[in-house]
């Protein structure tokens, strides 16, 4: 029967986050076509996402400003609940991990689980700033207390039910939903011949996207390539695309790379739209993904789903995602990242046979299922 959904969006700014509710909201109505819904924004982030929406209400609050997390989570404790119980809702749901206190006892909750680096041993290990390390502390006991309050849990990979149960939350009430990936648009040649042209890319390269954060390991998978035959990086060229949300990690990159002297094989870009990564994902020789850890790795699925031949850690969930369309290398060993690059570069019918199997792996994750499923979790 229909139900009043109050969808929380007020932590959304970017990344995975903001793929994954426009995602979600593009398609729900197909599967949820009566309920109200009620979506929480700050500062118009999630409405811009879908404009013109005239079947969901969207209530914002600013979110600009010092201490906007600690100020977001007083509202959602103190003014949320209130909120609730005046617009009569009935299923709260959270794609990013977090409950408040305080919801009306009846109400039917729903908590996905987005970010596995408080769980993981080499993802705190990266970090080098004990502010980081004690923010990652916190979020850890922030998530289990939500998703043990949780009616439902949403992990987007087998691997994030397994760190959940093992640390005392009920199997039962964890569903694995995966993200999806989208079909890629159709492009030709020459629209990204254009786009390699304005970004002054070269005619091969090695491509590694991800928002620069210490987890991410651009450091050293740009010592890995400093390793590689001087006749592959005279061939290949590193391209390393990402918001620098971490700025003084991007400016450390930049630094290796002068280190290491290869200011003239490296490019460094600042993010790109979704049209300019579909012209470097379409043209790569290899993607490289050495991120240490990850929940549902969205960008390997896209690199996967425009053809590229696909190089990423051992560690999980990377294998649970990639199988055997991906070759594998320990993230934390540069010479082992050297070698299976060195392994790819060097035999091209390999990278043609990965192309096509990851292509067709990725496209098994779909956003309807995602969007189907969670709709089942509520009605």
């Known amino acids: 029967m229909p ?20 995602a979600f909201l593009q398609r729900f109505r197909a599967y949820d076509p009566a309920s109200r819904v009620i979506v ?19 209530i914002d609050r600013p979110g600009s400003g010092v201490a906007r997390a600690a100020r977001r989570a007083l509202w959602q404790n103190l003014a949320l609940p209130q909120l609730c119980r005046r617009y009569g809702g009935k299923v709260y749901l959270h794609f990013s991990h977090y409950l408040p206190y305080g919801l009306p006892g009846a109400m039917r909750t729903i908590v996905g689980v987005a970010n596995l680096q408080p769980f993981s041993r080499e993802g705190r290990a990266a970090e080098v700033r004990f502010d980081k390390r004690l923010r990652l502390a916190v979020l850890e006991r922030t998530i289990l207390s939500s998703v043990r309050r949780a009616e439902h849990v949403i992990a987007l990979s087998r691997t994030c039910k397994d760190v959940l149960v093992a640390r005392g939350v009920d199997g039962a009430k964890i569903v694995v939903i995966p993200n999806g990936v989208e079909e890629p648009a159709a492009a030709t040649d020459f629209a990204v011949d254009v786009v390699l042209d304005e970004l002054a890319i070269p005619g091969e390269y090695v491509l590694y996207v991800s928002h620069f954060y210490r987890y991410k390991n651009f450091e050293r998978l740009v010592r890995a390539y400093s390793r590689l035959p001087s006749v592959l990086q005279d061939r290949y ?3 390393l695309v990402g918001i620098p949300h971490h ?16 200011e003239s094989r490296v490019i460094m870009i600042p993010g790109l739209d979704g049209s300019a990564l579909s012209a470097l994902y379409r043209r790569c020789s290899v ?11 969205n960008i390997l699925l896209e ?35 050297a070698s299976s690059l060195e392994k790819v570069l060097g035999d091209a019918s390999l990278r ?16 309807d299922t995602f969007t189907r499923s969670v709709v089942d979790l509520y009605l």
Request: hydrophobic content about 40%.
């Open 3 to 22: 139900e009043t959904l109050i969808l929380d969006g007020s932590s959304i700014r970017s990344g995975g986050q903001v793929t994954r509710i426009r």
């Open 40 to 58: 929480l924004e700050e500062d118009g982030a999630v409405s811009r996402l879908v404009p013109g929406r005239d079947d969901l209400e969207f």
């Open 237 to 239: 060229a590193l391209v």
């Open 247 to 262: 700025r003084e990690y991007w400016d450390h990159v930049r630094a290796t790379v002068s280190e290491l002297r290869l």
């Open 287 to 297: 993607f490289v993904f050495p991120s240490l850890i990850e929940n549902c790795p």
């Open 303 to 337: 690199a996967m789903a425009h053809g590229a031949s696909v190089v990423t850690g051992n560690i999980a969930p990377m294998p649970e995602f990639g199988g055997d369309a991906a070759i594998y290398f320990d993230p934390l060993d540069e010479a082992s990242i």
């Open 352 to 367: 043609q046979r990965m192309a096509r199997s990851g292509r067709e792996r990725a496209l098994g994750y779909s956003w």
